[in-house]
């Protein structure tokens, strides 16, 4: 966008790195991944150049939640995007530790730093991570740091306290780590990946240079030929042997010891909280996933724990597989600051301090992608706000970024929030072939991408449109085009100009049609609820004196202050009376004031 931009990090040399499982996408997640790309983010095209195997989650499924998801190189992902953010314009990169904020009035106007090197700026973004007072747990031992081997970030949560920000704990976890030689994958089931990769960036609209772009100053960055090379992950499972030594020890984990006073992620939960909770399975599914192409360590997605260390290794050598398996690295619990997401408006601005960002885990989500979508929304109002201009609000109805930002603004989150395509009521919208073209309307005025590519996305969107309407108008020799291809979508026979056209375009063109009576229920809804979401809710508004709103909704409303009544109809406890009669306490008002 053209702003000059500084980015302070702890340490340059883990800027990327993938602290827990270096994968990228998933079910929700993947679709995520590609509204990244489509309004100008890096981490898409940064995974297809560094990913080591791809796969299609839900293929036998409904395109709408079929799901893209890629194993990275842990190093090469982060070597690449530190190259890149290097080589970025308007980008100063420097290595400090920010220790506090800097307030005049009421708002954020810089950063202090441990160097004692004071960084001032319209406005700032947090980031924190997991590293807000980071707190590793193996066992009873205790280390601070945001992850293993890295710092804990321990005076910047009374400077968000002092504006205001109400803090509060949660928890995560990552599983062991092993030597890959170790392991014995006789008999193990082998996952390979997909022959034909499903790949996270709109590589159709791109231009050429923007895969391996060499600089002006010779400069190259990493990364090889997407697909290329992909290797197989592996399949075990826990044994009874393994549920024995977690119940035995459970009084000496970090979790269940009461060491913790975080709450941990739901849909991500630890060896011990799946033998806990769900006792009636015999075994549970682990995989093995090699960590990249120039190391030997493998991550073993599924047994996340925070289990003293002698423990762990008997519960790894009692999985089939692992008999021998040598541990490069412990399973630790990690238990962090963040700040209930409630406080914030729906560009990210923090409703306590005026010009203070906040993104990523700091809002209680869990995931690269969540933080990723984050980062890019708060930089983006950022920037607007220095402007003067309204900031870039994505609805509900037009991606996942809309669901997961609203949902946690009206909402809040107690536990580390995960996106599912379950949580989007409008999810047959959300196919993620479409990303580029459903958000072109907010990259193009701001500028997020490239004039070319613009350009590109827009012959796209014109021809999906002229395909469209030619075969729900146009008859063939049995009747119309589209009605065929809706009777019979397996072996549906196409015109052959139409076959002209790009794959991307003509699988956006059969989405459109073959889920036309859906997709247009779906749009109908969105157009009964914008309605709601254009009535803004006056700011002085007092819910305790509307008659007839019960005194739970009055204090919830008070304290999410939502702007619009379709914000105020998804806070939790707040039912559909209680928005009846809110509608109608602000048409009175309305009234009263063109009277007056």
Not at 199 to 213: G, N, Q, S
Not at 320 to 344: C, I, K, M, N, S
Request: glycine share 8%; charged share 25%.
């Amino acid at each position: 966008m053209g702003a000059s931009t500084l980015l302070l990090t702890g340490n340059i040399d883990t800027i990327a790195q993938m602290s827990c499982n270096p994968a990228i996408g998933g079910q929700a997640k993947g679709q995520m991944v590609r509204e990244i790309d489509a309004l100008g983010g890096e981490m898409a095209i940064n995974t297809d150049l560094t990913a080591i195997q791809f796969r299609l989650l839900n293929e036998s499924k409904g395109p709408a939640v079929r799901s893209p998801r890629a194993q990275c190189d842990k190093k090469a992902y982060q070597f690449r995007l530190k190259h890149t953010l290097e080589l970025q314009k308007n980008l100063q990169i420097f290595q400090a530790t920010v220790t506090g904020l800097i307030y005049k009035n009421g708002r954020v106007v810089g950063c202090q730093t441990n160097l004692d090197i004071e960084f001032m700026g319209h406005t700032v973004v947090v980031t924190t991570g997991t590293f807000l007072r980071g707190l590793m747990h193996v066992g009873q031992n205790k280390n601070e740091g945001g992850r293993l081997g890295d710092f804990s970030a321990k005076t910047l949560s009374a400077s968000l306290i002092e504006a205001g920000i109400e803090l509060q704990r949660l928890k995560t976890g990552t599983p062991p780590r092993l030597l890959g030689r170790s392991i014995n994958f006789t008999g193990l089931q082998e996952q390979k990946g997909d022959a034909k990769p499903t790949l996270f960036a709109f590589h159709d609209t791109r231009d050429p240079e923007d895969l391996f772009h060499v600089e002006q100053t010779g400069e190259r960055r990493l990364g090889w030929s997407p697909g290329s090379e992909q290797v197989s992950c592996w399949m075990t499972y826990t044994t009874p042997a393994s549920e024995k030594i977690v119940r035995d020890n459970l009084h000496k984990s970090a979790m269940y010891s009461g060491e913790i006073e975080g709450i941990g992620p739901r849909y991500c939960p630890s060896i011990e909280d799946k033998f806990v909770r769900f006792a009636d399975k015999p075994r549970h599914l682990l995989f093995l996933e090699p960590e990249g192409r120039s190391t030997n360590e493998y991550y073993i997605n599924g047994l996340s724990t925070s289990l003293p260390f002698d423990v762990q290794l008997d519960l790894v050598h009692s999985i089939p597989g692992l008999e021998q398996a040598v541990l490069l690295r412990p399973a630790y619990a990690v238990e962090y600051d963040f700040a209930p997401p409630t406080q914030l408006f729906p560009s990210l601005e923090s409703r306590k301090a005026e010009n203070l960002f906040l993104a990523g885990q700091i809002n209680g989500t869990s995931g690269y992608e969540e933080a990723a979508a984050q980062g890019l929304i708060a930089g983006v109002n950022a920037v607007l706000k220095v402007r003067g201009e309204a900031p870039l609000i994505i609805q509900r109805h037009e991606g996942y970024i809309g669901v997961l930002i609203d949902d946690l603004v009206t909402k809040g989150t107690i536990e580390p929030y995960r996106m599912f395509t379950s949580r989007a009521e409008h999810r047959l919208l959300f196919n993620h072939g479409s990303a580029e073209l459903r958000l072109i309307e907010h990259s193009k005025p701001h500028k997020l991408l490239s004039d070319s590519r613009i350009s590109n996305i827009s012959h796209k969107l014109s021809r999906v449109h002229y395909w469209q309407n030619y075969l729900e108008n146009t008859r063939s020799g049995a009747g119309i085009w589209a009605e065929g291809i809706r009777r019979d979508k397996e072996i549906a026979i196409l015109p052959s100009e139409l076959n002209t056209e790009t794959p991307e375009i003509r699988e956006e063109v059969l989405y459109r049609v073959i889920y036309a009576g859906y997709l247009d229920r779906e749009l109908r809804q969105v157009e009964k609820l914008k309605h709601v979401e254009k009535i803004r809710i006056p700011l002085e508004i007092n819910y305790a004196a509307i008659p007839g709103m019960r005194r739970e909704s009055a204090l919830k409303l008070a304290q999410f202050r939502p702007q619009n009544l379709g914000q105020a109809s998804r806070i939790s406890g707040v039912n559909p009376a209680d928005i009846s009669i809110l509608m109608i306490q602000i048409a009175a008002q309305r009234r009263a004031a063109e009277q007056s």
